[in-house]
């Protein structure tokens, strides 16, 4: 029984303190929200309506009533936001309506006389519907209905409009204080749809015009491993006769037995002559390649049993 009595009066004691640690916390943001709301009020008083709404909105983070709200909508319309204005000394009303009070009675009175003089001043759009099927309507971005009158802020705003196979429409409309602006829209049909043009020979671009260096690289690649093969080849015809050399006499009276090593040696000779060849046809084809085609042209490369070439179509 004992333990149970300890048990209660530990968690009550745990409550209270956190109710006091809760309740200090709530008097310090009330505190500092009263400290903003005055320097709120000295910021309008000196004109710097920009700077007294950044205030007042940071007091609304901790604690909104109707008499924030209003100072917040008066310096909303004295920036120019008149439909934002408007929306904010609806709310100061209807909360101060809600909350009753003197206080509440002048927030009503005052947001009530507000909100008819900003009903009359903010300017409005309506953007007629094409006959375009499927049109859809954007004004700064953000997607609205067509025949509408949408208020907005007085100053330029971007109209838009898309509809398929159509082409975009766009307009900028300066709207003034209490003036509703028409805005007609007939988006330009397209000749051709997109999907349905018929597919012809692509304009040159600025790649057509700029000189084709692949095959150069390619030929004079084919040369210069042609010409080390040679290289080689003539190295073992060179080796080839040295040892026939030290086997025969002035290569006339030779032991039958190095028949095979001077068929080898004739062989090697004819490699290394077809080898130089190609290197040389290759290497010269790369360097005419370069020097006549100062621009991209259809360039082949024509190869027979005797000979490699070159053609270019001019």
Same mark, same amino acid.
């Given at each position: 029984?004992?333990?149970?009595?300890?048990?209660?009066?530990?968690?009550?004691?745990?409550?209270?303190?956190?109710?006091?640690?809760?309740?200090?916390?709530?008097?310090?943001?009330?505190?500092?929200?009263?400290?903003?709301?005055?320097?709120?009020?000295?910021?309008?008083?000196?004109?710097?309506?920009?700077?007294?709404?950044?205030?007042?909105?940071?007091?609304?983070?901790?604690?909104?009533?109707?008499?924030?709200?209003?100072?917040?909508?008066?310096?909303?319309?004295?920036?120019?936001?008149?439909?934002?204005?408007?929306?904010?000394?609806?709310?100061?009303?209807?909360?101060?309506?809600?909350?009753?009070?003197?206080?509440?009675?002048?927030?009503?009175?005052?947001?009530?006389?507000?909100?008819?003089?900003?009903?009359?001043?903010?300017?409005?759009?309506?953007?007629?519907?094409?006959?375009?099927?499927?049109?859809?309507? #954007?004004?700064?971005?953000?997607?609205? @209905?067509?025949? $509408?009158? /949408?208020?907005? *802020? +007085?100053?330029?705003?971007?109209? &838009?409009?898309?509809?398929?196979?159509?082409?975009?429409?766009?307009?900028?409309?300066?709207?003034?204080?209490?003036?509703?602006?028409?805005?007609?829209?007939?988006?330009?049909?397209?000749?051709?749809?997109?999907?349905?043009?018929?597919?012809?020979?692509?304009?040159?671009?600025?790649?057509?015009?700029?000189?084709?260096?692949?095959?150069?690289?390619?030929?004079?690649?084919?040369?210069?491993?042609?010409?080390?093969?040679?290289?080689?080849?003539?190295?073992?015809?060179?080796? #080839?006769?040295?040892?026939?050399?030290? @086997?025969?006499? $002035?290569? /006339?009276?030779? *032991? +039958?037995?190095?028949?095979?090593? &001077?068929?080898?040696?004739?062989?090697?000779?004819?490699?290394?002559?077809?080898?130089?060849?190609?290197?040389?046809?290759?290497?010269?084809?790369?360097?005419?390649?370069?020097?006549?085609?100062?621009?991209?042209?259809?360039?082949?490369?024509?190869?027979?049993?005797?000979?490699?070439?070159?053609?270019?179509?001019?």
């Amino acid at each position: 029984m004992r333990a149970a009595l300890a048990s209660v009066t530990c968690t009550m004691a745990v409550v209270l303190v956190v109710g006091q640690v809760v309740g200090q916390a709530h008097a310090d943001d009330l505190a500092k929200a009263r400290k903003l709301f005055q320097t709120g009020l000295a910021k309008e008083a000196a004109g710097d309506w920009t700077g007294a709404l950044s205030i007042f909105r940071e007091v609304a983070e901790i604690k909104t009533n109707h008499i924030v709200r209003f100072h917040i909508a008066l310096c909303l319309e004295k920036t120019g936001k008149l439909v934002g204005a408007i929306e904010q000394f609806a709310l100061a009303k209807a909360q101060a309506e809600k909350e009753g009070g003197t206080d509440a009675e002048l927030t009503v009175a005052n947001a009530k006389k507000h909100l008819d003089s900003l009903r009359s001043r903010v300017p409005a759009v309506r953007v007629v519907r094409p006959a375009a099927p499927g049109a859809r309507l #954007t004004i700064d971005g953000q997607i609205v @209905s067509f025949d $509408a009158v /949408v208020p907005l *802020d +007085p100053g330029a705003h971007r109209v &838009a409009v898309e509809a398929p196979d159509h082409a975009p429409f766009e307009r900028d409309v300066t709207l003034v204080e209490g003036v509703t602006t028409p805005v007609a829209v007939e988006p330009r049909l397209d000749p051709i749809a997109p999907d349905k043009a018929p597919a012809g020979p692509a304009p040159p671009s600025a790649a057509d015009t700029t000189p084709d260096r692949t095959l150069p690289w390619v030929l004079g690649g084919v040369g210069a491993a042609s010409l080390i093969g040679a290289g080689v080849f003539y190295g073992l015809r060179a080796s #080839t006769l040295s040892e026939l050399d030290a @086997s025969c006499s $002035a290569r /006339v009276d030779c *032991d +039958p037995s190095k028949r095979d090593l &001077a068929d080898r040696g004739r062989t090697y000779t004819i490699v290394g002559n077809v080898l130089l060849g190609v290197g040389l046809a290759s290497i010269g084809a790369a360097l005419t390649i370069v020097v006549l085609t100062p621009a991209k042209r259809p360039v082949a490369l024509v190869a027979g049993p005797t000979h490699v070439g070159v053609r270019l179509t001019f």
